[in-house]
Nanobody
């Protein structure tokens, strides 16, 4: 049974930082591309960052220079370090594992940026 469990969300002031974690089980983690998506109220889910099985990364323009995605294959965990947070980063953040037609999602973790 595949599980992706996110943690690390919460309330933070503008300019602050958070680190999200996503622990995977039930998949051969090393061969999956891992991504973070987010969905704000009334908006479509968007890809925030992705890290391939080979370690290449890509980011949506709005977070470049502020967010960093990384993975620890020994811990089967992917991280999203979020710095200089803005109110527009407020959303539910979802972890995603993808390989070919296989795709799995976590339950999401709320990030709220507010003063």
């Amino acid at each position: 049974q595949v599980q992706l469990v996110e943690s690390g969300g919460g309330l933070v002031q503008p300019g602050g930082s958070l680190r999200l974690s996503c622990a995977a089980s039930g998949i051969f983690f090393t061969i999956y591309n891992m991504g973070w998506y987010r969905q704000a109220p009334g908006k479509q889910r968007e890809l925030v960052a992705v890290i391939t099985s080979g370690g290449s990364t890509n980011y949506v323009d709005s977070v470049k220079g502020r967010f960093t995605i990384s993975r620890d294959n020994t811990k089967k965990t992917v991280y999203l370090q979020m710095n200089s947070l803005k109110q527009e980063d407020t959303a539910v953040y979802y972890c995603n594992a993808a390989r070919g037609l296989d795709e799995f999602w976590g339950q999401g973790t709320q990030v709220t940026v507010s003063s």
